[in-house]
T-cell receptor, first 110, second 111 residues
Framework: DTEVTQTPKHLVMGMTNKKSLKCEQHMGHRAMYWYKQKAKKPPELMFV???????INESVPSRFSPECPNSSLLNLHLHALQPEDSALYLC?????????FGQGTRLTVV | GEDVEQSLFLSVREGDSSVINCTYTDSSSTYLYWYKQEPGAGLQLLTYIFSNMDMKQDQRLTVLLNKKDKHLSLRIADTQTGDSAIYFC???????????WGLGTSLAVNP
């Protein structure tokens, strides 16, 4: 099973809303990632968790707050987003050389 | 700094072979990847190669690595319309497995 599952698949939220994106993997990977991707561009790394600890924060604004409750789950809490934050948010997990991505959450901020 | 470059577009006829090229600058790259992304979908790991390998083959896919020239290629044999997608080259170094991405090559397969 090389699946990374993300929910929801689509999300529309207002600029004053609070929402969360969820990611789950059962491959035993100890590294998990959040990426943001704009249309036809490569993904941009946001956060890396290694062994459930935040190891990289790519200077992401505080309106994005990651959380890793356990080794299988990764959340991204969203608050007071801007329209320019609309994008495809991708979760990935990795082990050694492999890095597997979920199908993403398409987020629209209105 | 680290950089990964790819040509932006490739158009082939169905049944022909496609070759997508990628160059990278970081000589300490550990792994080199090819990802496929269809419209509206996530990133699918097609294949990856460890930096001490020259070639890897998996069914219709052949990856060639020229470490001296820092050049990576992906060959797709018997290209089908379902292969139409954006193909991203990426490399990683270090324990944090941070991926450095190319801009992606948009492959169009014409019937």
């Amino acid at each position: 099973d090389t699946e990374v599952t993300q929910t929801p698949k689509h999300l529309v939220m207002g600029m004053t809303n609070k929402k969360s994106l969820k990611c789950e993997q059962h491959m035993g990977h100890r590294a998990m990632y959040w990426y943001k991707q704009k249309a036809k561009k490569p993904p941009e790394l946001m956060f890396v968790y290694s062994y459930e600890k935040l190891s990289i924060n790519e200077s992401v604004p505080s309106r994005f707050s990651p959380e890793c409750p356990n080794s299988s789950l990764l959340n991204l809490h969203l608050h007071a987003l801007q329209p320019e934050d609309s994008a495809l948010y991708l979760c990935a997990s990795g082990h050694r050389g492999e890095a597997f991505f979920g199908q993403g959450t398409r987020l629209t901020v209105v | 700094g680290e950089d990964v470059e790819q040509s932006l577009f490739l158009s082939v006829r169905e049944g022909d072979s496609s070759v997508i090229n990628c160059t990278y600058t970081d000589s300490s790259s550990t792994y080199l990847y090819w990802y496929k992304q269809e419209p509206g979908a996530g990133l699918q790991l097609l294949t990856y190669i460890f930096s001490n390998m020259d070639m890897k083959q998996d069914q219709r896919l052949t990856v060639l690595l020229n470490k001296k020239d820092k050049h990576l290629s992906l060959r797709i044999a018997d290209t089908q319309t379902g292969d139409s997608a954006i193909y991203f080259c990426a490399e990683s170094t270090g324990n944090n497995r941070k991926l450095i991405w190319g801009l992606g090559t948009s492959l169009a397969v014409n019937p």
